[in-house]
């Protein structure tokens, strides 16, 4: 699954990107031109039940579940590059809006006065008037084709975009708006944006590190958390780098004094996970132990697949038991003893933190 950082110039986006993924990528206090290359990167999803598995099953390899980032160009308002910068954002899952709330006299913000709160809004209409174009397109060519033609998909489509059309015209991201199964396929052609969930991340200066708790008071951003698809979360971005630099202990010490409860790289990476829609299920043994992410609400067989897809094709049953009762007991064996391993079907709802042995045939 891929996230797509977003953001004007210069709020920090680069400065995040390197915190989340080690990628050590450049940053710059004049802000990349829209055609600059953009970084992929890729981080651990830190899961505390795999570190414990591993040290039961001392495997020779452990892998955990990955989200991949993208840091693409940041946007200038009116910049008629800025469409090759949302171009490279159509192919992510998701959104990660990195939005400034430091105060640096000495570098001025693409959007006037640091105001949170506006450049959120900015953004999402950004997002709405690069849908809107896209669905106008569409529109037109459908208009015309029905014209000639009258066939009934494309006059089904053309209901639909027509729908999507009066959201969008209403100023409303599309990720607020209910479409069935059929009709999200229909759309994903599309790649809109405002159809994509979001995450805004409010990077705080050092002197507004106190505002961790109120920060929405704070900027007025009481409701914004609410909106469908809608994520927000409070961090520095250049105190995490300073206290990434430190030395494990002297970054303890540190981040105390601030009054931060946990780094912010765990904190981005997990509220990603989850506004992806993503679980992890384990699979264990003394080769390796390891994570894999499916959507929340995939069935065993499918989940099968996740790992190979010869495993979903030939799928018997996922003998299945729940991590923290593996961890518990100790040992598969002392598991299975306590009846805590059960053979489940292909119908079977994986839940977050199963720990399955799938058996099949090839
Ligand atoms: N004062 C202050 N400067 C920051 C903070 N976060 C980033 N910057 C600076 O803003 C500039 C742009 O950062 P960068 O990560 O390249 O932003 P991007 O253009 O959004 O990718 C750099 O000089 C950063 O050091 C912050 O929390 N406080
Ligand atoms: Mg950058």
Not at 164 to 183: D, H, I, M, N, S
Not at 203 to 213: K, P, R, S, Y
Not at 217 to 240: D, K, Y
């Amino acid at each position: 699954m891929k996230m797509g950082l977003v953001g004007f110039p210069t709020v920090g986006k680069t400065t995040l990107f390197n915190i989340l993924t080690d990628a050590g990528a450049a940053t710059s206090r004049f802000g990349t031109s829209a055609r600059a290359e953009s970084h992929v990167g890729m981080a651990r999803v830190p899961d505390e039940r795999l570190t414990r598995l591993a040290t039961l099953f001392k495997p020779k390899k452990v892998t955990p579940a990955t989200i991949e980032y993208v840091d693409v160009a940041g946007l200038r308002r009116g910049d008629a590059d800025s469409g090759l910068a949302l171009a490279d954002l159509r192919n992510a899952d998701a959104l990660l809006h990195v939005v400034r709330a430091f105060q640096d006299p000495d570098l001025v913000h693409s959007e006037g006065e640091v105001n949170p709160a506006r450049d959120i809004d900015t953004m999402e209409m950004s997002l709405i008037l690069s849908d809107l174009d896209i669905a106008q397109k569409r529109q037109e060519r459908l208009q015309l084709s029905i014209r000639k033609t009258k066939r009934s998909e494309e006059q089904k489509e053309l209901a639909l975009v027509e729908r999507t059309l009066a959201a969008l015209e209403a100023e409303k991201p599309l990720r607020g708006e209910v479409f069935t199964p059929q009709e999200q396929k229909m759309l994903r052609g599309f790649a809109f944006l405002s159809a994509r969930p979001i995450l805004h991340l409010i990077n705080l200066g050092e002197d507004d590190i106190g505002h961790l708790a109120d920060f929405r008071e704070h900027f007025g951003l009481e409701t914004t958390g609410n909106r469908p698809g809608t994520g927000l979360l409070p961090l520095s971005a250049r105190i995490e780098q300073e206290i990434a630099e430190l030395p494990a202990a002297d970054a303890a010490e540190f981040q105390n004094d601030l009054g931060i409860p946990e780094p912010c790289r765990p904190r981005v990476i997990r509220a990603s996970y989850e506004l992806l829609g993503l679980i992890s299920f384990f699979t264990v043994g003394e080769d390796e132990c390891r994570a894999w992410s499916i959507p929340r609400g995939t069935p065993a067989r499918r989940a099968a697949g996740a790992i190979h897809s010869d495993i979903e094709k030939g799928f018997i049953r996922a003998e299945t038991g729940a991590a923290a009762d593996l961890l518990e007991a100790g040992s598969l064996a002392a598991l299975r003893e306590k009846a805590g391993l059960r053979l489940e079907g292909k119908e079977y709802e994986v839940q977050d933190g199963d720990v399955i042995n799938f058996r099949f045939n090839v």
